[in-house]
């Protein structure tokens, strides 16, 4: 079993809701990350936090807004979505830096309509 | 030029084959290289962290050439359970990690 949960697995919202993306890990790391997955795209990488502080912003959307309130809880709260956001939401957690191993959750598929 | 750029794909291979794939990376100050494989509607998992020196795991044989900023995977003796998408990823120190678009396989019996 992933050391790393997410919640919602699949969400459909319209693009006036509000919703909100959640991540765990049970793995002591210290960074998370959020990622996109659309289809046949590579992944994204969107957010990193490390330590609980914003330390990568990969000139996302407004729309998109992290939220990082401890060590081992990340969200990913969305407002306003268009349906070109509709993709598979990845979150990751590693030890350290990028040269260790990150591991993902199962991701959110979102379809925004 | 894509930062990390891999073979298109899809590769069809019977069972029993050797299938190389292979990725080039554009940013010469990158320090980590990794194989993560994805089976479908699943998430990415680590395959095997790459060395300079390369490294061998079982079937599966990674070789790293900063010279030409190219990595590869080797996998010998396919198994139809080898089928899946491998992702080449590469890391330029600090926690920017760029995954590269992936490349299927599918083993056939």
């Known amino acids: 079993e992933t050391g790393v949960t997410q919640t919602p697995r699949h969400l459909v919202m319209g693009m006036t809701n509000k919703k909100s993306l959640k991540c765990e890990q049970h793995?002591?790391?210290?960074?998370m990350y959020w990622y996109k997955q659309s289809a046949k795209k590579p992944l994204e990488l969107m957010f990193v936090?490390?330590?609980?502080?914003?330390?990568e912003n990969n000139s996302v959307p407004s729309r998109f807004s992290p939220e990082c309130p401890n060590s081992s809880h990340l969200f990913l709260h969305l407002h306003t979505l268009q349906p070109e956001d509709s993709a598979l939401y990845l979150c990751?957690?590693?030890?350290?830096?990028?040269?260790?191993?990150?591991?993902f959750g199962q991701g959110t598929r979102l379809t925004v309509v | 030029r894509k930062e990390v750029e891999q073979d298109p794909g899809p590769f069809n291979v019977p069972e029993g084959a050797t299938v190389a794939f292979n990725c080039t990376y554009s940013?010469?100050?990158?320090?980590?290289f990794f194989w993560y494989r994805q089976d479908c509607r699943k998430e990415p998992k680590l395959l095997m962290s790459v060395y300079s020196s390369g490294n061998e795991d079982g079937r599966f044989t990674a070789q790293l050439n900063r010279a030409s900023q190219y990595i590869s995977l080797l996998i010998r003796d396919s198994k139809l359970s080898d089928s899946a998408t491998y992702l080449c990823v590469v890391s330029g120190g600090g926690f920017k990690t760029i995954f590269g678009a992936g490349t299927r396989l599918f083993v056939k019996a």
């Open positions: 936090y490390s330590l609980e502080e914003r330390v």
């Open positions: 940013n010469s100050a990158s320090q980590s």
């Open positions: 990751a957690s590693s030890q350290g830096q990028g040269r260790t191993e990150a591991f």
């Open positions: 793995l002591g790391h210290n960074a």
